[in-house]
């Protein structure tokens, strides 16, 4: 049988921490906007130009209200294609996003990157969804996304690192170094990620959790979870990009 993680109700602290996290009102949700605000104006004062944090900004907000919508409608679905056909669209952007770095973007390029998301983000999914969480049902779209937008993203990070340091060391390097260099290059953020969690800061999954009145140790079970999907997800897709591109470049290894 399962270890049971729910917070048992009696225990007056257990039953605080319990507690839901309470919605944010619109006017005290504007108060977030004055940090940017000081930005904006630092800049503009400076001549460095507001533009792209504008348009970023409202961008990101005009981005998660269409989101928050259709997540709404989705997280009620009960329909097993719904969620997979968010997962493909999700799965093929990123593999888009990954090739920003290259000048030159190809069917090929697309390809592998496309390959080796999947192979590293969707078999990690499917280990956390199915061995670790055992969701039911399988597809449960307000689990399945959320964990699956984590893992792409990060894989799709990873792959932009190493393509741009790959293409940028195989000038002066042969294939197997460059492979190497770049592997190690991908890796830096979430590696130093696990050096930083809990000691510089709280990760989102954790904090998250926190704020939504979840027990810490629980929380930090499922960020343990988190780091090692992250790391694993995101070496496995960039390895495997960066062995794609071996036939493409046998001639320097």
């Not at 981005?63 to 259709?70: A, K, N, P």
């Not at 190809?106 to 590293?120: E, T």
């Not at 449960?140 to 790959?166: C, E, H, Q, W, Y």
């Not at 496995?236 to 062995?243: F, I």
Request: proline share 6%; with cysteine; charged share 10%.
């Amino acid at each position: 049988m399962r270890e049971q993680l729910a917070v048992p109700v009696g225990n007056p602290r257990q039953v605080m921490m319990s507690t839901p996290i309470p919605i944010i009102p619109l006017d005290r949700l504007a108060l977030t906007f004055l940090p940017v605000l000081v930005v904006v104006v630092i800049l503009y004062r400076w001549s460095l130009g507001v533009f792209t944090p504008v348009y970023a900004m409202g961008r990101m907000l005009i981005q998660l209200l269409l989101v928050g919508y259709v997540l709404a409608f989705v997280f009620e679905t009960e329909h097993s294609g719904i969620v997979l056909s968010v997962l493909t669209g999700m799965l093929a952007i990123a593999s888009w996003i990954a090739l920003g770095p290259l000048q030159q973007k190809d069917r090929g390029q697309y390809a592998k990157a496309l390959f080796s998301i999947a192979l590293g983000g969707v078999l990690t999914l499917l280990l956390v969804t199915r061995g670790v969480l055992d969701l039911q049902p399988w597809f449960n779209p307000s689990k399945v996304i959320p964990l699956a937008g984590m893992i792409f993203a990060n894989s799709m990070t990873a792959i932009s690192l190493a393509a741009d340091r790959f293409y940028a060391e195989l000038e002066k390097a042969p294939y197997a170094q460059a492979r190497n260099i770049a592997l190690r290059a991908a890796l830096i953020p979430i590696t130093n990620s696990l050096f930083a969690v809990g000691l510089v800061s709280l990760p989102g999954m954790m904090t998250g959790q926190i704020l939504a009145g979840v027990e810490p140790l629980v929380a930090a079970r499922y960020q343990i979870m988190v780091m090692c999907m992250l790391y694993g997800s995101s070496g496995a897709s960039a390895a495997c990009y960066l062995a794609l591109l071996k036939g493409d470049h046998s001639a320097k290894a």
